[in-house]
């Protein structure tokens, strides 16, 4: 049979992996992660059951797993407390505790690994006995300016306690320059604020309030979390987190809102995160414990593909592990 006559043919470039390297233009690096990290105050290590691979990490193990993560070449990790009832209210007031578990654990890493990027989850959720990201009234609103006065206590008292970077994911309205605020007239002109600009009403956040124990006790978070039909409204978000003196903007879920990733990283030069979450995370884990998926593979692909969308900084419960893979090459 005689030769086709095409005049483009797309894979002599695709022919070799040092030619597909020439022009490959995404790539994944240690330097892009942010790891999230489980911690109670209890003596023993107590391993997630949707999320494989993670715990609720004791104080001691929190640092030997920040020493991993050093190793392994993951220099920033974000923390989040599962706290006991006791530790729970209606206003939340526990998260700004100068003794709370966060604070202590920001105070015990920076002193024995001040190179870490230290950031810090903002909103009432693990403190709220009603499991809310808000102040909740009587008639089941949840409260914008009564939260925000408390998450800018809580935000205060996490960068007192060494945080580098804030991060909001309660989204109320008015947060990020009320935050901002807060932290100047405190004298942290220098700790950021890493607003989750676009923060989806998704239920990949399942496995995380399983670890957590922070699912709502009635309704869901959908008066303050975004309909996840929705694109326009993220600029909104966006322009607001912009003009309120936000430093990096996330979207969250990641995979399934790689649209949105790259509808933020078009309309702003600030720099974008994304959260690979929880969800996101268990279903690559439960296939491949199944044998359906090379977890590997489809891992270092889904985290690619968040790169490729547009974002600079990945939240992934998978830093570690996918900077290990990578280094095998
Ligand atoms: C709490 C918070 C949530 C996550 C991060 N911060 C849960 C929620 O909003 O209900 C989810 C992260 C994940 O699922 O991995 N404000």
Redesign the pocket.
């Known amino acids: 049979m005689s030769q086709l006559p095409l005049s483009a043919r797309p894979r002599r470039n695709r022919k070799s992996p040092a030619i597909r390297a020439w022009h490959r233009e995404t790539w994944l690096s240690a330097d892009h992660f942010v790891y ?1 990290l489980f911690i109670h105050a209890g003596a023993e290590d107590q391993p997630i059951g949707a999320m494989p691979g993670c715990s609720r990490l004791s104080p001691d193990g929190l640092l030997r797993e920040v020493e991993g993560a050093l190793e392994d070449g993951v220099k920033s990790v974000v923390l ?1 407390p599962a706290e006991p009832d006791s530790h729970k209210s209606p206003r939340g007031d526990h998260a700004w505790s100068p003794d709370g578990l966060v604070q202590s654990s920001l105070r015990a890493i920076k002193e024995r690994f001040p190179e870490v990027v230290l950031v810090t ?1 903002v ?1 009432l ?1 693990p403190y709220s006995s009603d499991g809310h ?1 808000g102040i909740v009234a009587e008639d089941g609103r949840i409260l914008n300016d009564q939260t925000v006065a408390v998450l800018c206590r809580q935000a205060v008292s996490q960068a007192d306690a060494g945080a580098d970077v804030i991060a909001p ?2 989204m109320m309205d008015g947060r990020v320059g009320s935050i901002r605020r807060a932290l100047d007239s405190a004298g942290y002109t220098e700790v950021s604020i890493l607003s ?1 600009c676009a ?1 989806y009403a998704s239920a ?6 399983e670890a957590l124990d ?1 699912a709502p006790k009635f309704g869901d ?1 959908a008066t303050y ?1 975004m309909d996840p039909a929705n694109a326009r409204e993220a600029l909104r978000e966006l322009e607001l987190d912009e003009a309120e003196g936000a430093d990096i903007l996330m979207v ?2 990641a995979l399934p809102y790689l649209d949105i990733i790259k509808l933020l990283r078009e309309n702003t030069a600030l720099p974008i995160a994304a ?1 690979q ?3 996101e ?1 268990a279903m690559i884990k439960a296939a491949a414990a199944n044998g359906w998926v090379t977890e590997r593979k489809v891992a270092l692909e889904a985290l690619t593909s968040i790169r490729r969308a547009g974002a600079d900084v990945i939240f992934t ?1 998978y830093a570690r592990q996918a900077a290990r893979w990578m280094a095998q090459g």
């Open positions: 999230p989040f989850d909103a959720d990201d994911s309660d989750y923060k990949f956040y399942g496995p995380f309030r922070s978070k979390q969250k879920p959260y979450v929880s969800g995370y419960y």
